[in-house]
């Protein structure tokens, strides 16, 4: 017995829209990551170094 299988054709637009939203999806995260990355570490450390070069004594 052999097994028939029905090849659907999908929709064009619909292999279109579904490729825009997982790029929109993995844009959002990346650009999470990097708002996550400078809030946690690079804001503060750029922060404590222009404090440090401001405060700067001239001994």
């Not at 825009?20 to 990097?34: D, E, P, Q």
Request: aromatic residues 16%; hydrophobic residues 50%.
């Amino acid at each position: 017995m052999l097994l028939q299988y029905h090849h659907y054709r999908v929709n064009f637009f619909f292999t279109k829209g579904v490729k825009i939203l997982i790029a929109v999806v993995i844009g959002a995260l990346l650009l999470g990551g990097l708002y996550a990355l400078f809030n946690t570490t690079i804001i503060p450390t750029l922060t404590s170094k222009i404090q440090g070069l401001f405060n700067y004594s001239g001994n």
